[in-house]
């Protein structure tokens, strides 16, 4: 890579660069005589033969990027950046064997036609500090991405979710974020902050033309090339506290985050051209606990709790396909626990 920083003006500085990163994948499947898979966009199984579902995919990318910083006051910053970033598949999404999270869950085959997906990211963010105990931060995204890894549903004699590359989509949003040190507004309250941050998302990706056609010959109204994107929900919010005791070298931290509504994947159409809905994920909470402890100089513990309110995460057929949502799963999150430690020898 390479970068460069060069000062416009006493407050205006741009910044730079590129780099080169090279992709290398692979995935090598060794099948006992006469397994049978899903080779993407069939109509049913076939006999896996040596080397169909084998991936090996090799890219290298030219990622540019360019930020520009203008210090309008001492304490008003605006940054403006343009740059160009991939999504790469992961093995999971590239191996078409049936994958469960869990026994009797929904089953997910990979695709090993999958694509890398190129974004290209446009920011431009504010970030106040009307005093020295408090942050203000406001930004605005867009992304515009060429062949975004989207997943959809799929039915071949079972049902299954299959990830798939769509022409193109995009991602815009804004997002809100404050942090305040209480040690400002009254000296009794040193240690203490709190902040939220809230990020509000509408995303889009257009259909590949044959799923479209597909879908508008059910005659269910479709009249839009586009739908969500998946994993995108439409809103984060996010709340901390945190409280740290520098006598004792005591940290506490509790994190509050709410995630809105997500599509999971995508609706389809089996080989009978029949329906398969979409299907969401509703909008959830989740509360969890961080504790550190500094023991000496050099050694710290660290316990955490995650899914303290045991949250029900519900799945959904959404109510456009049916009279009303259908709920297929509801799964609840327990609480977990974790121990660590980490030892440091510094002089």
């Known amino acids: 890579y390479g970068m460069i920083e060069m000062p416009v003006t006493d407050s205006l500085r741009l910044i730079g660069g590129a780099r080169v990163e090279t992709t290398d994948i692979g995935v090598t499947i060794t099948a006992e005589d006469f397994v049978q898979w899903i080779p993407p966009g069939a109509s049913g199984p076939a006999q896996l033969l040596p080397g169909d579902a084998d991936v090996d995919q090799k890219e290298r990318s030219l990622l540019p990027a360019l930020t520009a910083i203008w210090d309008a006051t001492d304490r008003l910053v605006v940054r403006a950046a343009v740059s160009r970033t991939i999504a790469r598949q992961t093995f999971r999404e590239?191996?078409?064997i049936i994958q469960r999270e869990f026994q009797g869950g929904p089953i997910f085959l990979g695709n090993p036609d999958l694509r890398i997906a190129e974004l290209d990211?446009?920011?431009?963010?504010l970030?106040?500090?009307?005093?020295?105990?408090?942050?203000?931060?406001?930004?605005?995204?867009?992304?515009?991405?060429?062949?975004?890894?989207?997943?959809?549903?799929q039915f071949v004699s079972f049902s299954f979710t299959?990830?798939?590359?769509?022409?193109?989509?995009?991602?815009?949003?804004?997002?809100?974020?404050?942090?305040?040190?209480l040690s400002g507004i009254r000296d009794s309250l040193e240690g203490l902050s709190v902040g939220f941050n809230a990020t509000f998302i509408d995303s889009e990706v257009t259909f590949p033309e044959r799923q479209f056609q597909d879908l508008s010959s059910l005659?269910?109204?479709?009249?839009?090339?586009?739908?969500?994107?998946?994993?995108?929900p439409d809103r984060l919010l996010n709340f901390f506290v945190n409280y740290n005791l520098r006598e004792t070298g005591t940290q506490f931290g509790l994190f509050y985050t709410v995630q809105g509504e997500t599509l999971v994947a995508g609706e389809g159409v089996d080989s009978e051209l029949r329906l398969i809905p979409a299907v969401y994920q509703k909008e959830f909470g989740t509360l969890n606990l961080t504790v550190a402890q500094r023991l000496t100089d050099h050694l710290n513990l660290r316990i955490a709790a995650r899914n303290l309110t045991n949250p029900s995460v519900e799945q959904v057929f959404p109510s456009d396909a049916f009279d009303e949502d259908i709920l297929p799963t509801t799964i609840t999150r327990t609480v977990e626990y974790s121990v660590g430690h980490s030892a440091s020898n510094t002089n």
């Not at 299959?162 to 040190?181: C, K, M």
């Not at 005659?219 to 995108?232: C, E, K, P, V």
């Open 94 to 96: 590239l191996t078409p």
């Open 121 to 125: 990211n446009y920011d431009l963010r």
């Open 127 to 153: 970030d106040y500090e009307p005093t020295d105990s408090t942050f203000l931060s406001t930004s605005i995204f867009h992304k515009e991405i060429t062949n975004p890894i989207e997943t959809i549903q």
């Open 162 to 181: 299959t990830p798939a590359n769509f022409p193109e989509g995009e991602l815009s949003g804004i997002e809100f974020e404050a942090r305040q040190d």
């Open 219 to 232: 005659g269910l109204g479709l009249d839009s090339t586009t739908r969500d994107a998946t994993n995108a």
